[in-house]
Each structure stands twice: as structure tokens, then as C-alpha cells.
């Protein structure tokens, strides 16, 4: 059975950090890209990083320079590094693994919330 379990979510104050991570089992990690998305109260999902199984990441505009998406295929493991957080990105954060359009899985979200 595929899992992806997200960790790491929590109440923070503008400005500071977060690390959320994500446990992947059930897939050959390794193949997969991987993602964060997010999503706001009434707003839709949203992109927030994505890494390649080769390494490439790319960024939603939003966050770049902010956060940084890392993934550990030893360890079926892939990160986002948040920094200077805002209140704007509070939201509950969702780990995606994707095969080539072919297969697609979702976790059930972390909440981070950003307020002083």
C-alpha cells in the first residue's frame, strides 16, 4: 500500500522556520518526482516545489529564495526547508509523488500556521 505521511507543521511567527518532511513507502521513491503543494481555507491547491528524480527543482514565485525542496532516496525522504515565513503561507501542506503523468499520490497534509 502506497503512504505518504507529512510531518513537521506547526505554529510559527512571521519570519521564522519551518522544516516539513515527508515518508514515502510502497513506491520505488527513487523514479518519482516529488512535490509540495498547499492550500488555504477557500483557496485551491496550489504548487508550492517540486523536485525531479534527477535533483532539478523548481519553485512557485511566491516562495523562491524562501523555501527549498530536498529529497534523500536512501532514505524515501524529501523536505521543504521554510524560511522567512508569512502569514500568506499559512495553509495545510500536502506531499505529492508523480510518475510521468502515470501514477499520482497524495498525502493527507500537515497544517502550518503563521501568526504572531
Known amino acids: 500500500q502506497v503512504q505518504l505521511v507529512e510531518s513537521g507543521g506547526d505554529l510559527v511567527q512571521p519570519g521564522g522556520s519551518l522544516r516539513l518532511s515527508c515518508a514515502a513507502s510502497g513506491i520505488l521513491f527513487s523514479i518519482y518526482d516529488m512535490g509540495w503543494y498547499r492550500q488555504a481555507p477557500g483557496k485551491e491547491r496550489e504548487l508550492v516545489a517540486r523536485?525531479?528524480?534527477?535533483?532539478?527543482?523548481n519553485y512557485r514565485d511566491s516562495v523562491k529564495g524562501r523555501f527549498t525542496i530536498s529529497r534523500d532516496n536512501a532514505k524515501n525522504m524529501v523536505y521543504l526547508q521554510m524560511n522567512s515565513l508569512k502569514p500568506e503561507d499559512t495553509a495545510v501542506y500536502y506531499c505529492?509523488?508523480?510518475?510521468?503523468?502515470?501514477?499520482?499520490?497524495w498525502g493527507q497534509g500537515t497544517q502550518v500556521t503563521v501568526s504572531s
Open positions: 505529492n509523488a508523480e510518475f510521468h503523468s502515470a501514477r499520482d499520490y
Open positions: 523536485i525531479t528524480s534527477e535533483g532539478r527543482s
